[in-house]
């Protein structure tokens, strides 16, 4: 009943058994209920698909839009171990067992992310952007670091961070803006079932 009565829920219209039974969107609801907690006027987002280009999709996970700025992030709920250089192609997840799995640099994969949304949000500059890549409180970031273009955090550090930017920060919008901006992306919170599945056979089709 809690998680039905949810914004998570409203703004993404997920069931609950679809949820608890995938360790991606677990992230990104525990990812979205701590930016729930942030101070100030803001509008969350999660579960965006952006038209690109090449006429495909990207799904975006999470936005959040206040008076600093638009901060995009990329959710990854992961445990083991994470190696990753900001310059290299993947990263690699080392688990206990010793299994490694390597996947696509997540600070290139939100890049993407923020270029498509300029392709939308046209007057909107592209250093008003944040982006933010987040892991799980599960795993150990080992020899990875943040750089001027992102923010590489554990979610249990985020709303330090987030709110550190925030008081640190210019007002670069006001209210007007920020609602001119959500209504803009919230046609892309809601797509056909079958768009869907085209992303996810695209998504799968570049990790093999």
């Known amino acids: ?30 990812t979205f209920s701590e930016m729930s907690r942030l101070p100030g006027t803001k509008r969350i987002f999660a579960n965006l698909y952006i038209p690109q280009r ?22 990854k709920n992961y445990s083991g171990w994470i190696f990753g250089d900001p310059n290299s192609f993947k990263w690699t997840q080392t688990l206990p067992n010793g299994e490694k799995n390597r996947f696509y640099n997540p600070i290139w994969q939100n890049k993407g992310h923020i270029d498509a949304l300029l392709e939308v949000l046209t007057d909107v500059r592209r250093e008003y952007f944040h982006s933010y890549i987040v892991f799980s409180d599960r795993c150990e970031l080992k020899a990875v670091t943040s750089t001027y273009e992102a923010i590489v955090t ?18 670069i919008f006001n209210e007007d803006n920020i609602e001119q901006y959500s209504v803009a992306l919230q046609k892309f919170a809601s797509i056909s079932q079958e768009e869907k599945e085209r992303h996810i056979e695209r998504v799968r089709g570049m990790r093999n």
């Open 1 to 30: 009943m809690k998680y039905n009565k949810s914004e998570y829920k409203g703004m993404t219209g997920n069931t609950y058994e679809s949820v608890v039974q995938d360790k991606g969107k677990i992230g990104e609801m525990l």
């Open 54 to 75: 090449d006429g495909t999709l990207t799904e975006i996970d999470l936005i959040l839009i206040n008076r600093t700025g638009i901060y995009v992030i990329e959710s």
């Open 154 to 171: 554990k979610r249990r550090d985020l709303l330090e961070k987030m709110t550190d930017r925030f008081n640190n920060s210019r007002t």
